[in-house]
């Protein structure tokens, strides 16, 4: 086992951002999904990434569970960790990310940690220690008003220095563009003058690159998905990865083609307009789910009916917002959704009980109800359909071959994304 990489993310489709990119830098990458309980196979995998829930929630339980992480992946004799957040910087006055950074390199017995956000195909960079989302500082960018974590100062140095309990410097611009060497004696000297965690400045992939470089040999580095995909060339230069020719090759994908959606987003209605040009669905209503339980039993009934016949089919709950406020004030927010998501999640485990081996679930906390039926704890990273969103593969008790799983949250994916994503899965 040669495990280079242990990510510990603080949610699960930042997780998937990050194990995307990793594998288009060529790292077989498996996502577990919360810290794992019972044995799991990693052969041949280079990369782990251990999926949180602790963007959000108490500081102190995320510490705990970023530590009950790190314990796990150190048994696994990772080389380096990353603790991946948001390019946002998603956190609040009391954390989450400065307290797990401290506690993580605590934990190592590491002195000094860099704070890397930046993601420049998405927008995000850093400039002076400020982070910007396009033009705009992150506290102009709309980020000031997130409903769990309002982010309403760009300074990322000021921002950490309140979470953390320990000293917050940076590496700018300009020493990056002496390159590595001068980031390196950069991140040295700041050292040994006590400074723990850097936040690094990444106008552009080629900085990313730079910080990459210089930080390969930290026990801990932290920050978004633009890190992820400068270090895997690093790991190649030092030879702690074999060669692979595509580390997104995945088991030969079988059975049965459904999507299942929750997703009421602008982007997923469309798609599902899309499909539904070229193929069956079955719209399934809060309303009459509440009513009785025919309403489910047609859905399955028509889903088992066809899904044995070659071409895929959509089941879905997703519709527009007036009629999503319908069910709301009829049924309660939290009652119409749960009863959608339960109503997803028991097709999702009848129907591949019944042989459906390629699927596809659009919503975010859809995904999460359907992969906590089908009991997935692992999911090894394939290819991107879209960017963001890559085909997985999931071992499922009781069944020989993996099954096939895209998850797609709200807005992710071209127009003709579930048609598009059984092709390439070909
Ligand atoms: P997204 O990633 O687009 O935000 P999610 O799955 O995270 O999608 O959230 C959508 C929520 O809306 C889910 O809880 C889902 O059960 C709920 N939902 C889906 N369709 C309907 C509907 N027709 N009426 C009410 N709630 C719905």
């Known amino acids: 086992m040669n495990i280079v990489l242990g990510a510990i993310a603080d949610d699960f489709?930042?997780?998937?951002?990050l194990a995307n990119n990793l594998v288009r830098a060529g790292m077989r990458t498996l996502q577990v999904i919360g810290v794992p309980d019972t044995p799991l196979l990693l052969e041949d995998v280079d990369a782990v990434i251990v999926a949180?829930?602790?963007?959000?929630?108490?500081?102190?339980?995320?510490?705990?569970?970023?530590?009950?992480?790190?314990?796990?992946l150190q048994a696994r004799g990772v080389r380096q960790v990353f603790f991946k957040y948001c390019s946002t910087f998603d956190s609040t006055a009391v954390g989450n990310i400065g307290p797990v950074a401290d506690a993580l390199l605590e934990s190592l017995g590491a002195r000094q940690t860099v704070m890397v956000p930046a993601f420049p195909v998405n927008g995000r960079t850093v400039?002076?220690?400020?982070?910007?989302?396009?033009?705009?500082?992150?506290?102009?960018?709309?980020?000031?008003?997130h409903p769990l974590n309002p982010m309403t100062d760009a300074d990322l140095v000021r921002v950490l220095a309140q979470q953390s309990k320990w000293t917050v410097g940076l590496l700018n611009h300009s020493v990056l563009k002496g390159g590595a060497d001068a980031a390196r004696a950069h991140l040295d000297q700041a050292r040994g003058e006590g400074c723990s965690h850097i936040i690094c400045d990444s106008l552009d992939e080629d900085d990313l690159q730079t910080v990459a470089e210089a930080v390969v040999d930290f026990p801990l580095v932290t920050g978004g998905s633009g890190l992820g995909q400068a270090l895997p060339a690093e790991y190649r230069k030092r030879e702690w990865l074999s060669h692979i020719?595509?580390?997104?090759?995945?088991?030969?994908?079988?059975?049965?083609?459904?999507?299942?959606?929750?997703s009421c987003s602008r982007a997923t209605l469309a798609q599902i307009d899309a499909f539904l040009t070229h193929y069956e669905g079955f719209a399934l209503d809060p309303l009459a789910l509440a009513a009785s339980d025919d309403h489910y039993h047609e859905a399955l009934n028509f889903a088992r009916n066809r899904v044995g016949c070659g071409a895929p089919l959509i089941v879905y709950a997703s519709a527009l917002a007036d009629s999503v406020q319908q069910a709301q004030q009829q049924l309660g927010v939290e009652a119409s959704g749960e009863l959608v998501e339960s109503a997803l999640a028991s097709l999702a485990t009848t129907l591949v009980s019944e042989g459906v081996g390629r699927l596809i679930v659009a919503g975010g906390e859809t995904s999460g109800a359907v992969v906590s039926a089908l009991g997935i704890k692992a999911l090894r990273i394939g290819g991107q359909i879209d960017p963001g969103v890559p085909w997985t593969q999931a071992r499922i008790e009781g069944k020989d071959k993996p099954l096939s799983l895209a998850l797609k949250s709200g807005n992710f994916g071209a127009i003709n994304f579930f048609?598009?994503?059984?092709?390439?899965?070909q």
Do not use: I
């Not at 400039?127 to 989302?133: E, R, S, T």
């Open 419 to 425: 048609t598009r994503a059984f092709e390439v899965l």
């Open 245 to 262: 020719a595509d580390a997104s090759q995945l088991e030969p994908a079988s059975g049965s083609a459904l999507v299942l959606s929750g």
């Open 127 to 145: 400039y002076q220690g400020h982070l910007f989302v396009g033009d705009r500082l992150l506290n102009e960018s709309g980020m000031e008003q």
């Open 13 to 17: 489709t930042g997780a998937t951002d």
């Open 52 to 72: 949180l829930k602790s963007r959000s929630c108490e500081a102190a339980q995320a510490v705990s569970q970023s530590l009950e992480a790190l314990e796990w």
